[in-house]
């Protein structure tokens, strides 16, 4: 019984900034592997970014230099701060985490939260 909420989603412009949050709640003994998907109307969920445990990360080409994604172990928070934004960056955005609950190791995702780029 584990659930990760995100927030921070809304409307920006061109150039602009904005930061997500996601925090996961529930059963949780450990959390490992975190990271951001988004799925762009009519295209399918992409890779944003990943950080492990150790807060090494991973960026796909397309937000690499723009986006950081961080995390706060204390509170099983990811976060992913969004600068320079472009139109193309229009998407819903959904966290997920690598969980040990009571009852396994499981990937969890969030229900996601609308970042739309328009001037």
């Known amino acids: 019984q584990v659930q990760l909420v995100e927030a921070g989603g809304g409307l920006v412009q061109p150039g602009g900034s904005l930061t997500l949050s996601c925090a996961a709640s529930?059963?949780?003994?450990?959390?490992?592997?975190m990271g951001w998907n988004r799925q762009a109307p009519g295209k399918q969920r992409e890779l944003v970014a990943t950080i492990n445990s150790d807060g090494s990360a991973n960026y796909a080409d397309s937000v690499q230099g723009r986006f950081t994604i961080s995390r706060d172990n204390a509170k099983n928070a990811v976060y992913l701060q969004m600068n320079s934004l472009k139109l193309e960056d229009t998407a819903v955005y959904y966290c997920n985490g690598e969980i040990q609950s009571g009852v396994g190791r499981i990937r969890v995702w969030g229900k996601g939260t609308l970042v739309t780029v328009s001037s």
């Open positions: 529930g059963s949780i003994f450990r959390v490992y592997s």
